[in-house]
């Protein structure tokens, strides 16, 4: 079965500095694979999805994320991050079979002044 | 823009009563969902649909149940609240492109604002 794990729960940046959430992925074949955001007391905002063809993604609010086969990764970037970022951050993975959504636990970001 | 309507936000209901949480989505979306989110535990998918009057488990269907009459709403049972049901149920919707009962369209899933349930 695929599994997601973000491995970081907590992460604190400073605004304008960069960000990478990192995702690592278990599946057999190739995934599709999604970040969203969702702010305090909000539902999902779908920010980037990945399912074939480039690896580097180009999602909305500045935020870009890398599919690497050979790490089973799908790390989130952001080359500047602005106090608005601060929410929280799940990856996402789902089967070329099914359209039911595996999610990791999330990350939590906090931006500091 | 797709909209995924959940009728209610906040809810406290009382251990044994039997609660009805609603989702409607406007796009004419095949595909359903309800999950529940807790901290620590990220989403966790209880039921989905891929039609109307049809249901499947997800990975934590016990306590739950679902209905599905019309295509654009997709409802979540609690028989019988009880008080480790305290969460965030969150609904989804995403369409089924393609011929047939090809689902692997690839497409994408949205959600809607969350429903807090508190059983007390």
């Known amino acids: 079965a695929q599994s997601v794990t973000q491995p970081d729960i907590h992460i604190t940046v400073s605004e304008g500095a960069s960000l990478e959430l990192r995702c690592n992925y278990s599946y057999g074949a190739t995934p599709y694979l999604f970040w969203y955001v969702q702010s305090p007391g909000q539902g999902l905002q779908l920010l980037l999805k990945y399912f074939s063809g480039d690896t580097l993604v180009q999602g909305i609010k500045g935020f870009e994320a890398e599919f690497k086969r050979s790490q089973s990764s799908f790390n989130l970037r952001k080359p500047s991050v602005h106090w608005s970022d601060a929410a929280e951050y799940f990856c996402?993975?789902?089967?070329?079979?099914?359209?039911?959504?595996?999610f990791g636990t999330g990350t939590r970001l906090l931006v500091s002044p | 823009d797709v909209k995924v309507t959940q009728s209610s936000r906040y809810l406290v209901k009382r251990t044994g009563e039997k609660v009805f949480l609603e989702c409607v989505q406007d796009m004419d979306h095949e595909n359903m969902f309800w999950y529940r989110q807790d901290p620590g535990l990220g989403l966790r998918l209880i039921y989905f649909s891929y039609d109307v009057k049809m249901k499947e488990k997800g990975d934590i269907p016990e306590g739950y149940s679902v209905s599905r009459e019309k295509k654009e709403r997709f409802s979540l049972i609690l028989e019988s609240a009880s008080t480790n049901q305290t969460s965030m149920y969150l609904c989804?919707?995403?369409?089924?492109?393609?011929?047939?009962?090809?689902?692997?369209?690839?497409?994408?899933?949205?959600f809607g604002e969350g429903s807090w349930l508190t059983v007390v």
């Open positions: 989804a919707s995403s369409s089924t492109s393609g011929q047939g009962s090809n689902i692997d369209s690839g497409n994408t899933i949205y």
């Open positions: 996402a993975v789902r089967n070329t079979g099914f359209q039911k959504l595996v």
